[in-house]
T-cell receptor, first 114, second 115 residues
């Protein structure tokens, strides 16, 4: 069975701090995909990144970076120099095997204050 | 804006009633997915359609049904509504039916409140 664990329920930081959101996944498949989505207060789910299981190269996009480590089954997300607009719930998700569905973690609520 | 549209944005109804949620996928996408987000269950996959055919089923109740029409828009029908059906319902779309590598882009959601 697939499972995604986001142990951090809520994180509060002050603007300009760096923050890392943790994601640990479980799967028996050798080929799978990992995703991060952002859900701002307005409620929509915004796609941030997709990473496949055979590409462990880390990725940076502006202030966002992702660290994928198969050895620890983790796909962590770091926001550098956080801003108030980063306040949202962030979901890690797993897509694998023959299932079309995404398995989501419970989300981490990030609150960035001035 | 993901390009996926959902209507209505909000829906308030009473227990026992039936509602229909509508989704239009991104231009060119053939797959449509439905998810339910509730406080106690989190984000749960309900069902997927690809080019008009049901492709995968998740935790969808028998009171719920969906279909995808020739123009690729999809509808999720919820009947005999219960208080516990109150949730945010998301539609997502992706280009193909292939599960691996396809990114699902989500619509803004329909917030259903059952009173």
């Amino acid at each position: 069975a697939q499972k995604v664990t986001q142990a951090q329920t809520e994180i509060s930081v002050v603007e300009k701090e760096d923050v890392t959101l943790d994601c640990v996944y479980e799967t028996r498949d050798t080929t799978y995909y990992l995703f991060w989505y952002k859900q701002p207060p307005s409620g929509e789910l915004v796609f941030l990144i997709r990473r496949n299981s055979f590409d462990e190269q880390n990725e940076i996009s502006g202030r966002y970076s992702w660290n994928f480590q198969k050895s620890t089954s983790s796909f962590n997300f770091t926001i550098t120099a956080s801003q108030v607009v980063d306040s949202a719930v962030y979901f890690c998700a797993l897509g694998n095997g023959t299932a079309s569905k995404l398995t989501f973690g419970t989300g981490t609520r990030l609150q960035v204050t001035l | 804006d993901s390009g996926v549209t959902q209507t209505p944005k909000h829906l308030i109804t009473a227990t026992g009633q039936r509602v229909t949620l509508r989704c239009s996928p991104r231009s060119g996408d053939l797959s449509v997915y439905w998810y339910q987000q509730s406080l106690d269950q989190g984000l749960q996959f309900l069902i997927q359609y690809y080019n008009g055919e049901e492709r995968a089923k998740g935790n969808i109740l028998e009171r719920f049904s969906a279909q995808q029409f020739p123009d690729l828009h999809s509808e999720l029908n919820l009947s005999s509504l219960e208080l516990g059906d109150s949730a945010l319902y998301f539609c997502a779309s992706s280009p193909t039916h292939m599960p691996l590598g396809d990114t699902q882009y989500f619509g803004p959601g329909t917030r259903l409140t059952v009173l």
